[in-house]
């Protein structure tokens, strides 16, 4: 029963998700003096603008909606179970996007697309099958989370550093995606740990490593939105994000410890499946190919 509602939930916040990023897309794309494809990031003069503008705010609204709905399916239901079904939102991106461009989705756009969602539709009936909760989240898996996400910090700060205006879509996209799958790992384990009547400096720490990398990954984001269009960026979100969020709950959190050597690499080859899918869809987007 509540596993149901939680996938319902998620389901509400896969759509929430593409019209959230649609509107955020056409604000950032609208108002910047850039093109699909350009490398180029966001300037802080220009981010300021956006939290002006009504159109880019009523993304965040969609967007704050479906994280809501999203913290709440955590609550009900194993984190490789909610997180992964966000892939929908990649078909109801493509066609806003589609729509609002008038760009035809190509034959090889619509093979890319396919390879996300199958591959990810693959992975959450799996997962439904064997997920389940760890009774209790230790000291120890909370410690080893935060040092994770303060080594992916590091890197990803040094990566923007070093390339700089080189970085592309695709690359800001797996910035991000790798931050937000920590930031759905972060909010399950506080979850977990207020379950156990535990919040101490550690549940803590989460809740501040969880804004840092929300944080982080939503300026990457934008920057992603103003070199790339829409469907690519959450392509890339909805892969990337529960794919690190699911490794992570599968070797930190032990959510899927009754799975067989079988089901494991099954889950390894439909990971790699969708990840073709994406980049197959940055290479054949026909907004890039006119760029």
């Not at 509540?2 to 897309?25: D, E, K, P, T, Y």
């Not at 199958?118 to 389940?132: D, E, K, Q, S």
């Not at 989460?206 to 944080?215: D, E, W």
Request: charged content about 10%; aromatic content about 8%; some cysteine.
């Amino acid at each position: 029963m509540f596993r149901a509602l939680a996938i319902a939930l998620s389901l509400v916040a896969a759509v929430a998700l593409a019209f959230g990023a649609q509107f955020q897309n056409d604000s950032v794309t609208k108002n910047n003096e850039k093109k699909a494809g350009d490398t180029h990031g966001v300037s802080l003069k220009h981010l300021l603008s956006l939290i002006r503008n009504p159109r880019w705010l009523s993304g965040m609204s969609f967007l704050a909606f479906g994280a809501l709905c999203q913290i709440t399916a955590l609550t009900m239901a194993p984190l490789i179970v909610v997180q992964p079904i966000g892939a929908l939102a990649l078909v109801i991106t493509s066609l806003l996007n589609a729509r609002s461009t008038k760009t035809k989705i190509t034959k090889a756009t619509w093979v890319a697309i396919s390879l996300c969602t199958g591959g990810i539709a693959i992975f959450v009936t799996l997962a439904t099958t064997i997920a389940g909760d760890q009774a209790k989240l230790s000291d120890l898996q909370l410690i080893i989370l935060l040092s994770i996400l303060a080594v992916i910090l590091v890197v990803v700060l040094l990566a923007f550093l070093v390339s700089g205006k080189r970085m592309n879509a695709l690359m800001f996209i797996l910035g991000a995606g790798v931050l937000y799958g920590f930031v759905a790992t972060f909010i399950k384990a506080v979850i977990q740990r207020i379950y156990q009547s535990h919040f101490e400096w550690l549940t803590i720490a989460c809740v501040v490593g969880a804004l840092l990398a929300v944080s982080l990954g939503g300026w990457f984001v934008q920057n992603a939105y103003a070199s790339g269009p829409p469907d690519l960026v959450i392509a890339g979100l909805t892969v990337v994000d529960p794919m690190v969020a699911v490794s992570i709950g599968i070797v930190v959190l032990g959510e899927a410890a009754n799975a067989s050597p079988l089901v494991m690499t099954v889950f390894i080859l439909s990971g790699a499946i969708a990840a073709t899918g994406v980049w197959l869809l940055s290479r054949v987007h026909p907004e890039l190919q006119r760029a």
